[in-house]
């Protein structure tokens, strides 16, 4: 990753945010020092669905512990 000092980074900052707009990160330093990192605020490709997406949307019974209860003893008796 590349790494640009103040001045530079104002002296090319279009250009810089140019290139951290197409997925190129970058990083800022003052005296050597890195302080900030740049990256683009948006990656162009949609975001990971997550556990709970459709939480609301899908109603399960009350009784859905009890669901099926005869039906699977009869399979285990003997």
Same mark, same amino acid.
């Given at each position: ?12 900052? &279009? ?11 970058? #990083? #800022? ?13 948006? &990656? ?30 009869? #399979?285990?008796?003997?």
């Amino acid at each position: 990753m590349q790494q640009y000092n103040i001045h530079a980074a104002k002296t090319h900052l &279009s250009e810089l945010v140019e290139k951290a707009a197409v997925g190129e990160a970058f #990083i #800022i330093a003052k005296a050597g020092k890195p302080m900030v990192k740049v990256i683009p605020c948006f &990656s162009g490709t949609a975001p990971r669905k997550r556990i709970g997406f459709l939480k609301g949307q899908i109603l399960v019974p009350a009784d859905f512990d009890e669901m099926g209860q005869n039906e699977i003893a009869g #399979i285990f008796e003997v």
